[in-house]
């Protein structure tokens, strides 16, 4: 089964720190870019962080410089260090992933469950 499953979600002190890890099971035939979005308590899903398979990476200009994206390759993983955490960060944080179930497969968007990260000041 072609699925992402995130951990490291919690409760943080504004300013704390918090590591959050997604793991792409191994059904997947093909991996390209892997990233974060998050959701907010009344507000549209946005855009956090994204690395493509050759190590690139992108940020919202809200998180620049606060947090830090990374990936294994090798064991489909990607990390998101968030850093100086604020209280506008509380949101469910999504893992995304581009992937292809097969070589004749198209590629497609993957989603995590979604994991908490509440701050609090």
């Known amino acids: 089964q072609v699925q992402l499953v995130e951990s490291g979600g919690g409760l943080v002190q504004a300013g704390g720190s918090l590591r959050l890890s997604c793991v792409a099971s191994?059904?997947?035939?093909?991996?390209?870019?892997m990233g974060w979005y998050r959701q907010a308590p009344g507000k549209q899903r946005e855009f956090v962080a994204r690395?493509?398979?050759?190590?690139?990476?992108s940020y919202a200009d809200s998180v620049n410089g606060r947090f830090t994206i990374s990936r294994d390759n090798a064991k489909n993983l990607v990390y998101l260090q968030m850093s100086s955490l604020k209280t506008e960060d509380t949101a469910v944080y999504y893992c995304?992933?581009?992937?292809?179930?097969?070589?004749?497969?198209?590629?497609?968007?993957?989603w995590g469950q979604g994991t908490q990260v509440t701050v609090f000041s």
């Open positions: 995304n992933a581009v992937g292809k179930r097969s070589s004749l497969s198209p590629w497609v968007d993957y």
């Open positions: 191994r059904s997947f035939f093909s991996i390209n870019a």
């Open positions: 690395s493509d398979r050759g190590g690139s990476t």
